[in-house]
């Protein structure tokens, strides 16, 4: 079995490379590394069963011989990093998903869109269940990602509708853990690092907004255990948000929580809650 999955040098995408080389699969991790780095998967580069492409998934994505799965994770996800390469970011969302469908139609292969949280915009339902519709801006700083992912999620469905290709879409909500950048700019990130540089934690408004969080790589897989397990279509899947804990509760939980500071690949954090 082969997989390509774009954005595989990234936080979440290598982590992914990691899984499905473990359930037997051949993986061709394809990254532009614009936000992904090659520390990600250093470790992966003399397995056999794995080959790293740089290569920008906006442009045709060329893969010689039968593939089985397309998982299309590519997208700067952060919001220092969207907001500083919006064009980059709607890009890869619209014309970098067509690529990757394409991908997927032309080899008859099942297709996975990570998709995001961020499409239920500024939500007035808590926690925001798969059939909640959002409450968005399209034209606001942030629109640059959460249309993007808006958009990748309606080109996935027409593939479907209109190619047969047999897709499936993921909401990821906020994910932390090992090669996670110290400059995420999120929620847990943030937290981390001003612990440990013995700074006050910041917490934005009264702390009362709902923050559902998961951790990479075990609690993730708990959305997407393996690929297999979504084998019969459906609605969107949040990977978390059923449990959603406002920002004071992750504030006391950090600072109840050892940690260790040290150095892993790419600046990421070595301390992370456990």
């Not at 394809?30 to 080959?51: A, S, V, Y």
């Not at 970011?89 to 067509?98: A, C, D, K, N, P």
């Not at 959460?146 to 209109?162: G, I, L, P, Q, V």
Request: proline share 7%; with cysteine.
């Amino acid at each position: 079995m082969k997989a390509v999955v774009t954005g595989g040098a990234g936080f979440v995408g290598s982590h992914l490379c990691d899984r499905l080389l473990e359930m037997g699969y051949d993986v061709v991790c394809m990254d532009n590394l614009l936000t992904g780095t090659e520390h990600n998967i250093t470790h992966l580069m003399g397995n056999p069963g794995f080959k790293f492409v740089r290569h920008d998934v906006t442009e045709s994505i060329p893969i010689v011989g039968a593939v089985d799965a397309v998982l299309h994770f590519a997208s700067p996800a952060s919001p220092i990093d969207y907001l500083k390469m919006p064009i980059q970011t709607l890009e890869v969302g619209s014309i970098g998903t067509q690529k990757a469908l394409l991908l997927a139609k032309e080899k008859k292969a099942r297709f996975l869109l990570a998709s995001t949280s961020e499409v239920y915009g500024d939500p007035l339902v808590n926690p925001q269940p798969e059939t909640y519709w959002g409450n968005v801006n399209s034209i606001g700083p942030r629109a640059v990602y959460d249309e993007a992912k808006r958009f990748a999620e309606a080109m996935t469905m027409a593939y479907r509708r209109y190619h047969n290709v047999d897709t499936r879409i993921i909401r990821i909500f906020n994910t932390y853990g090992p090669r996670m950048r110290a400059n995420d700019g999120r929620v847990v990130s943030n937290f981390i690092v001003q612990a440990l540089e013995k700074k006050p934690l910041t917490i934005y408004g009264d702390g009362s907004h709902g923050v559902p969080i998961s951790r990479a790589p075990a609690r993730f897989w708990h959305g997407v255990p393996k690929l297999e397990l979504i084998a019969v279509f459906g609605p969107p899947l949040n990977t978390s948000g059923n449990f959603p804990r406002d920002t004071r509760h992750w504030r006391r939980r950090l600072h109840r929580q050892p940690y260790r500071k040290g150095a892993q690949g790419g600046g990421a954090l070595a301390g992370h809650l456990r």
